[in-house]
């Protein structure tokens, strides 16, 4: 067992009986929601999981551990400590040997699930290239982690706060298959449409878990993005969407914010700005992103070696 990790009874079961297991991410939690709704969509989203067949592992650092799997009490302490701090690649080995808390991010929880050999992790929306990357230079390091790290990661695309079409492009180089899931659209996280398009559509979980298994099979070392757009019922336009984030995007440049604050500040202007429907939509798609990747880790647990 890695030096750096621990893991609850439950993750530490299933992972030595081979049962499915997905990965959660903590920066959603820590920074991307406020508290209530964010320990209730914890909790709930590890329930889904539960409730088709997999095992949740929600994975953050702790005392100069990267912990697989979080109980209640460190759930809680994730929702509400605000001292926690985002973990990207970069932020591990000051986090963990400082003994900090840190939240993880998609890159970070790729990382962590890869070490701990957890193939599937649900979350809401990835990182990107940003909008003006050609002069901020600001490109999430969760696409980096993507190109070389053996995860697939189901999400609802990328916000629309980023530049989509980069974002793709950047995938494309990087060798980063793009899956949609039931969709030939890409989808833009609060909206269905992003009016680009996936590299290719798959509607059953056993066909991304034959695609995921092909991959890694042949060597192809690097993640997998399985979007998954909003259910209808709780999308919204995004026409609606679009005006809010250009009002967003110009607060964060009139206040010069930068590096990794950038993300959240957007997000919480996003929701202030929405008066909490962009948090009911975030809320939905994280539900139904860990739904669906409980299933494509049951398809891809079942597969012959
Ligand atoms: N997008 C969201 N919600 C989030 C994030 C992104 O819709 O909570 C978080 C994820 O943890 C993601 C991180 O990995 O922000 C990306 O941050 P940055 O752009 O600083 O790389
Ligand atoms: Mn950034």
Redesign the pocket.
Known sequence: MHQYLTYTEEVKKALEMGKPVVAL?T??IS??MPYPQNIQMAKEVEQIIRNNGAVPATIGIMNGKIKIGLNDEELEEFATNEQVEKV?RRDFPYILSSGKMGAT???ATMIAADLAGIRIFAT????GVHRGAETTMDI???LTELAHTNVGVICAGV?SILDIGRTLEYLETKGVPVVGFKTEEFPS?YSRESGFGVDFRLDEPEEVGKVLKTKWDLKLNGGIVISNPVPAAHAMYHDQIESVILEALQKADELKITG?N??PFL?DSIKQLTEGKSLETNIALVKHNAEVAAKIAVAYAGQKS
């Open positions: 991410e920066t959603i920074h991307g990207s991010t998609v890159a809401g929306g990835i990182g999430s390091a969760d916000k996280f990794k950038v993300t997000l």
